[in-house]
C-alpha cells in the first residue's frame, strides 16, 4: 500500500500544478534533440525551449520516452534526485511528484510512452511508483525496497527489476507480469551485479551490464546478452560500469550499442561499443563517452556524448561510413522525440 504521507502529496500534486490534465492528443514533431550545456536549453531541429532548474537543483539526465513527445528530466537537488515531466509538444514543464522536499528518481519508461517507474522516498520510506504522465496519479508497485533498476518487456506484459540487501550481498532479479505482479526468480549473483538490463525491440532477448560486488567505484564490467526466458545467456564483451550507462539496442534488435571499457583499471577509458549479434563481433569507437549512446529510429546514426578535454561535446557515428563527427558543442544527452 502507498504510504499515507505519499498519497496525500501525490493527490494533491494535481492542484499544485497548473493545467494538470493536459490534451494527450496534442501534435508534436518528432526530430532529434540535445541539451545545451552553455544556456540550459533543450534545442529541438525546429524550437528551443529552455530549462529552469528547480530551486538549487542541477541538471543530471536526459529520458525521452520510447515513443510520444514526453521526455523525463533528471534534476540532482539538496533534498535528493528529481524528476520533471518536459512537453516537446508547447515546452510545459511538471513535476512527476509535486512536493519538492521528496526524492525521486526515474527507473524506466513503459514502453508506450504514457507513464514512468519512480522510485521515491529514498531517504524516508523508498517505494516503487508508476505515474501516468498525462494525469500524474500513482500506482504502487509492491517491491522490496532494496530494488535499484527496472525495466519492462515491449508488450508491457513483463516487468524486470533487481535488488541487493548491500555490498557483499550480490544481488537478485527477479521477472512479474504487469507491475511486477506474481514475480518469480531470474537470475541470482552471489557475488556480481546484475544491472541496466533492456528487451530487445521484439522482446525476444535481454542485454544487461554484470559487475562485481565491490566497493571500488566504477568498476569494470561485462555486457551479457540472454534469451528472454533466460536460457542461452553469454557474455559478449567488456563494458563499463557503475555510472549507469544501460546498454541499447538498434531498432531492429541486431545490434546493441553500450560504454566499453578499453582499460579495466581505468575508469576514464570509456569509449562508444557497438556489439554485432549476427557476426558476433565486436566494433569499438575511440571516445571518452560521458552517457550512453542514443540510436537514430532508422537506425543508421548513433548519437553520443564525449569529453573532449575541457568540454562535453555531441557526436554522431556514422554506421555506413564509419565516421564520427561532433554536430554540438558543449552540449550533451542527444536523443530523439519518436
Not at 274 to 295: E, G
Request: negative net charge.
Amino acid at each position: 500500500m502507498l504510504h499515507p504521507v505519499y498519497g496525500v502529496l501525490l493527490a494533491v500534486s494535481c492542484f499544485l500544478l497548473f493545467a494538470c490534465v493536459p490534451n494527450p492528443n496534442t501534435p508534436y514533431t518528432p526530430g532529434a534533440f540535445y541539451y545545451a550545456l552553455d544556456t540550459g536549453s533543450l534545442v529541438f531541429e525546429q524550437s528551443t525551449y529552455r530549462l529552469p532548474a528547480p530551486a538549487d537543483c542541477a541538471f543530471y539526465a536526459l529520458h525521452p520516452a520510447p515513443i510520444g513527445r514526453w521526455l523525463a528530466v533528471e534534476w540532482d537537488c539538496p533534498s535528493g534526485p528529481r524528476v520533471v515531466l518536459f512537453d516537446s509538444a508547447n515546452g510545459r514543464m511538471r513535476l512527476a511528484i509535486s512536493d519538492q522536499t521528496l526524492d525521486n528518481r526515474l527507473l524506466a519508461w513503459h514502453p508506450d510512452g504514457r507513464s514512468v517507474y519512480l522510485k521515491i522516498g529514498m531517504l524516508s520510506f523508498p517505494q516503487i511508483i508508476r505515474v501516468d504522465v498525462e494525469t500524474l496519479r500513482a500506482v504502487e508497485l509492491r517491491l522490496s525496497a532494496f530494488v535499484y533498476d527496472l525495466t519492462v518487456s515491449p508488450d508491457g506484459r513483463k516487468t524486470l527489476y533487481s535488488l541487493s540487501n548491500g555490498i557483499g550481498f550480490g544481488s537478485e532479479t527477479w521477472l512479474g507480469g504487469e507491475n511486477a505482479q506474481n514475480p518469480s526468480q531470474f537470475i541470482v549473483r552471489p557475488n556480481h551485479i546484475v544491472a541496466l538490463a533492456q528487451f530487445s525491440p521484439d522482446g525476444s532477448k535481454i542485454a544487461y551490464i554484470e559487475m562485481p560486488d565491490t566497493q571500488t567505484p566504477y568498476p569494470a564490467g561485462e555486457l551479457w546478452i540472454m534469451d528472454a526466458d533466460g536460457q542461452n545467456a553469454f557474455r559478449a564483451a567488456s563494458a563499463d560500469a557503475g555510472h549507469g550507462y544501460p546498454p541499447v539496442w538498434s531498432p531492429d534488435g541486431t545490434k546493441i550499442a553500450f560504454v566499453g571499457r578499453d582499460d579495466p583499471s581505468n575508469a576514464n577509458a570509456r569509449n562508444l561499443s557497438i556489439y554485432d549479434l549476427k557476426a558476433a563481433s565486436l566494433l569499438t569507437v575511440q571516445h571518452l563517452l560521458v552517457n550512453a549512446p542514443a540510436w537514430s529510429p532508422d537506425g543508421a546514426f548513433l548519437h553520443f556524448t564525449a569529453r573532449e578535454n575541457d568540454t562535453i561535446n555531441v557526436w554522431r557515428y556514422d554506421l555506413l561510413s564509419g565516421q564520427s563527427e561532433r554536430i554540438a558543442e558543449q552540449a550533451c544527452c542527444a536523443g530523439w522525440v519518436r
